[in-house]
């Protein structure tokens, strides 16, 4: 793959580039569990991402409003990271965001919540309550996803 500049400062006359190499930081987590940053106000979301962290990402979608990204290198841990539990975190996909604890999982909920309310409900002054969460926070859910790959484990 052709190496791409690393692009450290902002720019203010373009959006990134399929191929550009970013570094940002992770500021939330969106609904579904990629990381979301911000360049110049344009909202790049990163696969495999967690809040806290600094990462080099490499633009793998743009759209008009956004663009989409993996992380390439990991250049700051999150102060929050934890050890994940199963084995297979990494690898499977099955669980975006098993060394985030919990907690801070419920947060960024809530968090989304509070957006979704003001952001496209224009509902700035809702009070959103605390998440509830699970007494147990493995082995509750009861959906199977499976993905497939040519690729060996």
């Known amino acids: 793959m052709n190496a791409a500049p690393i692009s450290t400062s902002p720019r203010t006359t373009s959006l990134p580039r399929k191929g550009e190499l970013l570094d940002l930081t992770i500021d939330s987590l969106a609904y579904g569990g990629k990381g979301v940053a911000r360049r110049n106000g344009f909202v790049v979301f990163v696969q495999r991402a967690l809040p806290g962290q600094k990462v080099r990402v490499r633009i793998t979608l743009r759209r008009k409003g956004y663009a989409e990204g993996r992380v390439e290198e990991l ?11 199963c084995a297979h975190f990494g690898i499977c996909g099955g669980c975006a ?57």
């Open 75 to 85: 250049l700051q841990p999150s102060p929050d990271t934890e050890q994940p539990r």
């Open 97 to 153: 965001t098993q060394d985030y604890p919990y907690e801070k999982q419920l947060e960024q909920k809530q968090a989304q919540v509070q957006d979704l309310f003001a952001r496209l409900g224009g509902f700035a002054d809702v009070e959103v309550q605390p998440i509830i969460g699970c007494r147990e926070t493995y082995h509750y859910r009861n959906k199977m996803e499976f993905a497939f790959s040519p690729y060996p484990w």
